[in-house]
């Protein structure tokens, strides 16, 4: 299977005062199509930073990110906010919903930036349709109307899931999905992303610091000192 994902001799610092703190040091990882990748490592080593350069929300100093063999970090802003828009969903701990739009609208959102506010409005009708359909698909199509406020943790993570997938991304990016939630309600949202990753073969690069989350995804990534080492775990 050919390669879907790739950094190759990625490298970053970071200005800390007066000072460059170097956080990767050329790491090179491939993200195989349809796999599920947890990347794990200490505090300050580097994961989400990896992550976000992979995802074009952050730029290398040196080396290069590529998408099916195409070079994807050195393209133009409007070409990279398209990829980040349609290409890739993003999940964050903090869930990042808008506090004054239902769970539905939040949903919605992605859509709006896609196509702009007058050709939104003509394919409203089929958008709310999808979104109500995702809600119900991570189980909360009782929860269309409720603001986030009115949502429990793991009802905020699972609205955060859907609006991910609402462009209909081939790559989802999660950095640390569970990080704010309890063990049993972590697990549920782990299990869906799972659930998601194999009805829709989508690709997924999560990273975790939860090491028993780490041992259910495909493969798992250690980075050490800005570089990677790896194994690959049976599933739990």
Do not use: C
């Not at 050329?26 to 994961?47: N, Y």
């Not at 009115?150 to 569970?178: F, H, K, N, Y």
């Amino acid at each position: 299977m050919a390669t879907h994902l790739s950094a190759v001799g990625v490298e970053k610092s970071y200005r800390k005062g007066k000072n460059q703190v170097p956080v990767l040091h050329g790491v090179d990882m491939d993200v195989e199509h349809g796999e599920l990748v947890a990347i794990v490592g200490a505090s300050g080593s580097g994961k989400s930073t990896l992550m976000h350069v992979m995802g074009l929300l952050d730029s290398p100093d040196a080396g290069s990110v590529t998408l099916d063999g195409q070079r994807i970090d050195n393209q133009s802003d409007r070409r990279r906010d398209e990829l980040r828009n349609q290409t890739f969903g993003f999940i964050f701990q903090f869930y990042h919903l808008l506090p004054e739009l239902s769970a539905l609208e939040n949903v919605m959102m992605p859509q709006l930036i896609r196509h702009g506010l007058w050709s939104y409005m003509g394919q409203r009708g089929r958008i709310r349709r999808e979104a109500t359909a995702l809600l119900e698909r991570v189980g909360l199509g009782h929860r269309l109307n409720h603001l986030p406020t009115e949502l429990s943790g793991g009802e905020m993570q699972r609205t955060a899931i859907a609006r991910a997938l609402a462009g209909g991304p081939e790559v989802l990016l999660a950095d640390e999905p569970t990080g704010n939630l309890d063990a049993a309600t972590g697990q549920g949202v782990l299990e869906l992303l799972r659930d998601l990753n194999r009805e829709r073969g989508l690709t997924m690069i999560m990273v975790t610091h939860d090491p028993q989350i780490a041992l259910q995804a495909d493969r798992v990534v250690r980075l050490a000192e800005g570089r990677i080492e790896e194994w690959a775990p049976a599933l739990a």
